[in-house]
T-cell receptor
């Protein structure tokens, strides 16, 4: 079974704090993704990575950065958290397989920025 | 880039009835269309997917149909059960460029199955 784990289920931070969200997958997947999920907006891609040290911007990268130092781990960083970054954050991964393979999601991190 | 529209946003059905969720996509080059189910407090999980060389796919009570000409695809759930209650997302993949790595998701349909 593919397993994607996220470091926290719930997180409360203050405005201006630096926030790290960690994601680990155990299936040797090349691709990893960070999404945010908001009511009525669905899933929006923040960043993705197709290889170690490689990253590509998704649809809403502003205010976020990412790090992929090891194949199994993909980190999302909020350099200076703001209240509009309160959201559910979902990590996902898949094999390259010419893109014709589903993404496997972690359970999500619900972040509240006060 | 790809744009995916999903309807309806909410759907209530009686247990045992069928449920249909529809999605349209904008890019005729898109070639992979998964459907995800998200239960409360969990991440989305794939329930069925279809590739552009196939018109229909079935897995027990779940089926997906794809109309490439009209650029729409639909999820059909028959004999609905209370455990089918969840949010369902459709998605599409554009095989070109950076889009070949990404999925574009619809905004989701909250399905409620009333016992």
């Amino acid at each position: 079974d593919v397993k994607v784990t996220q470091s926290s289920r719930y997180l409360v931070k203050r405005t201006g704090e630096k926030v790290f969200l960690e994601c680990v997958q155990d299936m040797d997947h090349e691709n990893m993704f960070w999404y945010r999920q908001d009511p009525g907006l669905g899933l929006r891609l923040i960043y993705f990575s197709y290889d170690v040290k490689m990253k590509e911007k998704g649809d809403i990268p502003e205010g976020y950065s990412v790090s992929r130092e090891k194949k199994e781990r993909f980190s999302l960083i909020l350099e200076s958290a703001s209240t509009n970054q309160t959201s559910m954050y979902l990590c996902a991964s898949n094999r390259w397989a010419q893109g014709l393979e589903t993404q496997y999601f972690g359970p999500g991190t619900r972040l509240l920025v006060l | 880039g790809e744009n995916v529209e999903q309807h309806p946003s909410t759907l209530s059905v009686q247990e045992g009835d069928s449920a249909v969720i529809k999605c349209t996509y904008s890019d005729s080059a898109s070639n992979y269309f998964p459907w995800y189910k998200q239960e409360l407090g969990k991440g989305p999980q794939l329930i069925i997917d279809i590739r552009s060389n196939v018109g229909e796919k079935k897995d027990q009570r779940i089926a997906v149909t794809l109309n490439k000409t009209a650029k729409h695809f639909s999820l059909h759930i028959t004999e609905t059960q209370p455990e089918d209650s969840a949010v369902y997302f459709c998605a599409a993949r554009d095989p070109r460029g950076a889009g070949s790595y990404q999925l574009t998701f619809g905004k989701g349909t909250k399905l409620s199955v009333i016992p």
